[in-house]
């Protein structure tokens, strides 16, 4: 095993030809310290007794190589997750490419190694690694298993009944205190988003959507740090400037490009919050604020599960403008779980204080990952004590 002290990260190289030993470090030198292995065996061993993690493994074994995809596989059922995973091939083509998303293998470079691509993307892959989902999303429609749609329709159905007279004494409350229609509805974004109308007992004054943009500034999402002044633009970031190599990760529109690490930054410093939420929010109604905290506005949505646009147990399904901002990156898994009137997050956090957008949407992936019928009628249980939660609305 060889070392050579440069940044203090370390990087595991798995090689038998010392030609990529010698490319590898002409790209990498000065950037992180590179340590080789004549196996996947040896490099485990060497991890478990350093005090320093190792933040990628590169192997110049072929995809179907012992050193290819079936180490990756042995690596993540050891822990490492966490860690990109990169081989170095013999070529890439389009089967392979094929072969390696379906490894999980993080990315290929082809043999000869160019040392100036990877100088530039295996730091850029380093940085951005934890932030990317490594749960496979299926490229398929999802489908509710029989037994939670069944079970929907029988609750749904008489929830519905039992509930009508309900319904009608909330609905004369409504129109007694300010004009308009009882029900409202908006359209919301579900599983694999799919886009319906969502129906809710009004709870606001006639108008309240025209007069959100006005009320921005009270979102609750939104942080409070003052907006710094915008400074140039720049076109390409400084590792790509000094590897003097042209931008290696470039992205295009109509009419200029920008560098993807530029572009994120810019979105992380500037974008503003994907969801809503006002506290006293002077649009609500004064039943409307009752039959919020109470739940009661969300009732009408037993019929959305009836006609099967939700479920009684899932991910809130969100205003379209909320729904466009996070179609990307790792929280876009929260649309590949059933949309429902009630689910994790609500239990979590109703009533016990302030809950940030990104605990919102990691409770909601999280349901993504481990719903199923028995943890719908668990959460459907720690639901109603969540009812008597006072929430400010």
Known sequence: MEHKA????????????????????????????????????????????????????LSDDELRGTNGAPLLKTLLTLGYKDVPFISLISQIDEEQRLLAIKEGVTEIFSMPIDTRAVKIRVPYIIENFKNVSNDYIPNKPFRLPVIKRLFDIFFSGIALLCLSPFFLIIALLIRAESKGKVFYYSLRVGTGYQIFKFYKFRSMFTGADAKLKDLSHLN??????????????????????????????????????????????????????????????PRITKIGKFIRNTSIDELPQLWNVFIGDMSI????????????????????????????????????????????????????NNYAKTHSFMNDIRLILRTIPALFQSENV
């Not at 990529?20 to 292995?37: H, P, Q, W």
């Not at 809950?355 to 949407?361: F, K």
């Open 6 to 57: 440069t940044s203090g990260k370390k990087i595991a190289l798995i090689y038998n030809k010392p030609l990529t030993y010698a490319s590898v470090n002409e790209a990498l030198d000065g950037l992180f310290e590179i340590d080789t292995f004549s196996n996947g065996l040896a490099f485990h061993y060497a991890a478990q007794q350093s005090e320093n993690r190792y933040v990628a493994i």
């Open 220 to 281: 609750q999402y939104n942080t409070d740090a003052p907006k710094k002044a915008e400074a140039p633009v720049k076109e390409i970031c400084d590792l790509c400037e000094q590897a003097d190599s042209g931008c290696q990760n470039a992205l295009f529109s109509d009419d200029k490009m920008i560098c993807e690490r530029i572009h994120k930054q810019q979105l992380a410093s500037k974008m503003d919050s994907a969801f809503i939420k006002i506290k006293d929010d």
């Open 313 to 364: 147990v899932g991910n809130r399904p969100l205003p379209l403008y909320e729904a466009e901002k996070i179609t990307t990156d790792k929280y876009a898994l929260r649309f590949m779980a059933p949309a429902g009137i009630t689910g994790l997050w609500q239990v979590e956090k109703r009533g016990r204080g302030e809950m940030s957008e990104e605990e919102r949407l990691n409770l909601d």
